[in-house]
């Protein structure tokens, strides 16, 4: 029954959280609700007794990729009346939620029919992850954080001001 009760209150804090992230116009609210779903996240993942990927997500995706992403909101300073008039948000919102439901069932179907190994619960030993991680699949780790960081940088010097010169430039 606790555990129901926790689980219940991280899946409200999860979509409450999503919810915010969408329906917010200000980005740095949105971020607190992308802050607020990967919180509740890392607490699904240590309700399911996963230890290692609950500590991975509070480390990565709020240390990480929420803090770099409320710097550079912070960074771009953007304004009120430089934010994009959207009036068809909803329309959009569930467009893209209709167009992503076939491959959200497709992924259920496939994950509901992996075999005994993934369902029953083994625990994947932290070690073997690690050392993986390490070895394996470094190129791709790193491939991927020079990706988001060239499109962090890209974004703001999009979103920057622009400067403007008064007078003589020399």
């Known amino acids: 029954m606790l ?16 919810l915010a992230m969408i329906l917010n116009k200000q980005t740095l609210f949105s ?3 992308f802050l607020l779903a990967m919180i509740a996240l890392g607490g699904l993942f240590a309700l399911l007794d996963s230890r290692f990927l609950a500590i991975s997500q509070i ?7 929420v803090v770099l992403s409320m710097l550079t909101i912070l960074t771009v300073n953007a304004k009120e009346e430089a934010l994009p008039d ?7 919102v569930f467009f893209t939620s209709l167009l992503v439901l076939p491959f959200t069932l497709l992924l259920y ?7 005994d190994y993934f369902t029953k619960g083994d625990s994947i030993d932290s070690k073997l992850i690690g050392k993986l991680l390490f070895s394996e699949w470094v ?32």
């Open 59 to 65: 480390m990565v995706a709020v240390g990480g990729v």
């Open 86 to 92: 959207e009036p068809n948000k909803f329309k959009w």
């Open 3 to 18: 555990e129901i009760s926790i689980f219940s209150i991280l899946a409200l804090f999860m979509i409450g959280g999503a």
């Open 31 to 33: 971020a607190f609700g």
């Open 109 to 115: 179907k496939v994950l509901s029919t992996l075999p």
């Open 139 to 170: 190129l791709p780790f790193e491939i991927v954080s020079i990706l988001l960081l060239a499109a962090m940088l890209g974004a703001i010097i999009i979103a920057r001001d622009k400067v403007v010169y008064k007078g003589d430039k020399s």
